[in-house]
DNA sequence: CTGAAAGCGCTTACAG
DNA sequence: CTGAAAGCGCTTACAG
């Protein structure tokens, strides 16, 4: 007898022989039932393609072998993942703790469920927002935050991914959605001083780093808007303390704390809900009256905010809109219907009791 | 000049000659370089296996062509993805609307946060839990609320693709973290009985599915903690009016001002923290005071039912520690660690303000 | 209606 | 120190 073709002849029976056979894969499939690869593959996702008593038999055999395409395989040969990423500037407890996360998650999950992707939640990797983004199988990106870019944007760009910019510095011909910081920063502290107060503090959101030139994201506005105001009753932002503290009731709580046992503000304005939910503690721990004592104003407009007491005076920013719109210029971006959109969202100075006129 | 092998003289021109060269691959930049493309590979994960001028030629290559290897291709190479999925129940709006959700997520997240995984938000596709599984790429699931397995735990097993359950139905042999819902709702039935209501209305959370005969999920278990309650003092669950609701705020709302419109209960046990804001809401839009007139209580313990007003009487459960310890029981099947862990979660009835004796 | 081949990009033994 | 080959699993033109 002449000997089979030798690249067969040694493959085949190794196959055969394999003790555990792991997850079977297509070729177990196939050899089981004789017939070739494409054969399964078609009865899987082009069932039209064969006979259907092929197909039958070939499904009746992965049946029984318990096979079932690897996710994985089929992804790279389709060139897609199904998924979107949000890329988020910190871990994922400390977003997950933040209900303006949540808010935002919301809006981009509507999108999502209609459209039919899923939601990557990506942190920081070793505290590097740069290191997490090989590691995202996704179509495209969500980039949250992103205050200062450490190479995030042109790492995305060489790696042709699509994303758009939320809560960031702009860059210029990438999709961005932004909101009017400025504006509603000015606004609520322009309020403030109408209503009388001087002695301003600000919580801000920190710690920013250290090194920080080219700052130019929605917190540097918020400043700015803030500096407006403050302008207008010829004061700059040297006349307020500014704490920068990390977004959580806690942290609002302890440096309210500390503001107050310095000289005390007349009013605090926070560039967060959450921090002046942590304020408000902090002052009725204290037994200081808000806000017949000392004004709070937050910034976000949660839900909550209007069920909190006292109900808090506030920025309203369309957060799920945000989320959504969001989502949509990202998909689009992924089906190359519209390359770079951008939207910027308004604000609206929100009154309710948490300020009032100076003691 | 004998002519080149065939094989490499007709493919390398073609591939020189691309117009436009797409994202460039290993293959590209190996051409660029002078080198295979193992050396390639190597210049990026293995450095020490070639000399430091060949890495540094071909990093300057890949650098100037924008390569960047592909994450897909990698984690088919790697067979592991660094993403753990959540199967979620319902659309990503509507979990991520719901607090409760949010501090499982973060318990979750801790977990992730601290071994580098991302995580991958699974909602059901067309409705379907079972279909949503073939397109996640993920080393493993957290499954939620499987109240009725309709054969994803079958899949799961075929796919042997490593799974904990959570709020569902249990399964012999697969990983699973319970909560002592029985307990907990028999608690907070039996204080209401004995604070002396005997009208009592309950708001379930539904709907649940139609023909539904080996149900014995989280729910049924609640149910029962109170059909538990009932017979302490001779009732049956046929002397209580169960209402069955979605669970949002305005869900609960909607459904109380039903159940007020008929003969009203003096007492409303809501198996969820939300169900029982939304009771709430309703009661005071309706001019009936909390809990004076009706008692509320809920079941969850959210953060902000201690800052709700009434504050609530409800029943805490470890939201966040059920999700860290399902991540870590995950994390362990996939490293092979440990492969069936189960762990049950005990509950506690929290008396506050907004349930007391019947008028 | 079906199969052999090429290809999606990558990495890792295995030889040299 | 480096390269040719095999393989991770899959799918889709292209021939028959």
Request: hydrophobic fraction near 40%; glycine fraction near 8%.
């Given at each position: 007898m002449p000997p089979r073709k030798p690249s067969s002849a040694s493959k085949a029976p190794a196959r055969t022989f394999k003790t555990k056979p792991g997850k079977p894969t297509s070729t177990d499939v196939a050899a089981a039932a004789g017939v070739s690869r494409s054969a399964v593959s078609f009865a899987f996702n082009n069932p039209q393609r064969i006979s259907t008593a092929t197909r039958e038999r070939i499904l009746a055999v992965a049946e029984e072998l318990g096979y079932t395409p690897n996710t994985l395989g089929r992804m790279l040969q389709a060139g897609t993942t199904n998924s979107i990423g949000v890329l988020l500037p910190q871990g994922l407890a400390q977003i997950l703790e933040n209900p303006y996360y949540s808010r935002f998650l919301m809006g981009a999950g509507q999108v999502c469920d209609r459209e039919g992707y899923t939601l990557l939640l990506t942190p920081p990797l070793q505290d590097s927002v740069l290191k997490a983004i090989p590691y995202a199988a996704v179509d495209g990106f969500i980039v949250c935050g992103l205050?200062?870019?450490?190479?995030?944007?042109?790492?995305?760009?060489?790696?042709?991914?699509?994303?758009?910019?939320?809560?960031?510095?702009?860059?210029?011909?990438?999709?961005?959605?932004?909101v009017d910081d400025r504006g509603g920063a000015?606004?609520?502290?322009?309020?403030?001083?109408?209503?009388?107060?001087?002695?301003?503090?600000?919580?801000?959101?920190?710690?920013?780093?250290?090194?920080?030139?080219?700052?130019?994201?929605?917190?540097?506005?918020?400043?700015?808007?803030?500096?407006?105001?403050?302008?207008?009753?010829?004061?700059?932002?040297?006349?307020?303390?500014?704490?920068?503290?990390p977004v959580t009731r806690a942290d609002g709580y302890k440096a309210t704390r500390e503001l107050m046992s310095g000289e005390p503000p007349s009013a605090i304005l926070a560039l967060s809900d959450v921090l002046a939910y942590g304020a408000v503690d902090a002052l009725q721990d204290l037994g200081v009256a808000v806000p017949d004592e000392v004004s709070v104003t937050g910034f976000d407009d949660l839900a909550e905010s209007a069920w909190f007491r006292p109900r808090l005076t506030t920025v309203r920013q369309p957060i799920v809109t945000k989320g959504r719109i969001a989502a949509d210029f990202l998909i689009s971006a992924i089906r190359g219907e519209d390359q770079h959109p951008h939207q910027m969202l308004g604000t609206s100075l929100i009154v309710r009791d948490s300020a009032t006129n100076p003691a």
């Amino acid at each position: 007898m002449p000997p089979r073709k030798p690249s067969s002849a040694s493959k085949a029976p190794a196959r055969t022989f394999k003790t555990k056979p792991g997850k079977p894969t297509s070729t177990d499939v196939a050899a089981a039932a004789g017939v070739s690869r494409s054969a399964v593959s078609f009865a899987f996702n082009n069932p039209q393609r064969i006979s259907t008593a092929t197909r039958e038999r070939i499904l009746a055999v992965a049946e029984e072998l318990g096979y079932t395409p690897n996710t994985l395989g089929r992804m790279l040969q389709a060139g897609t993942t199904n998924s979107i990423g949000v890329l988020l500037p910190q871990g994922l407890a400390q977003i997950l703790e933040n209900p303006y996360y949540s808010r935002f998650l919301m809006g981009a999950g509507q999108v999502c469920d209609r459209e039919g992707y899923t939601l990557l939640l990506t942190p920081p990797l070793q505290d590097s927002v740069l290191k997490a983004i090989p590691y995202a199988a996704v179509d495209g990106f969500i980039v949250c935050g992103l205050e200062i870019d450490r190479g995030e944007v042109a790492e995305l760009d060489r790696r042709g991914i699509p994303f758009v910019l939320i809560d960031s510095d702009r860059h210029e011909g990438a999709p961005h959605v932004e909101v009017d910081d400025r504006g509603g920063a000015r606004d609520v502290a322009r309020y403030l001083l109408e209503l009388g107060h001087r002695r301003l503090a600000v919580l801000s959101i920190g710690p920013r780093p250290a090194a920080d030139p080219g700052h130019r994201g929605p917190l540097a506005r918020r400043l700015a808007g803030i500096t407006d105001a403050l302008a207008e009753v010829g004061l700059t932002l040297d006349d307020v303390r500014v704490a920068e503290v990390p977004v959580t009731r806690a942290d609002g709580y302890k440096a309210t704390r500390e503001l107050m046992s310095g000289e005390p503000p007349s009013a605090i304005l926070a560039l967060s809900d959450v921090l002046a939910y942590g304020a408000v503690d902090a002052l009725q721990d204290l037994g200081v009256a808000v806000p017949d004592e000392v004004s709070v104003t937050g910034f976000d407009d949660l839900a909550e905010s209007a069920w909190f007491r006292p109900r808090l005076t506030t920025v309203r920013q369309p957060i799920v809109t945000k989320g959504r719109i969001a989502a949509d210029f990202l998909i689009s971006a992924i089906r190359g219907e519209d390359q770079h959109p951008h939207q910027m969202l308004g604000t609206s100075l929100i009154v309710r009791d948490s300020a009032t006129n100076p003691a």
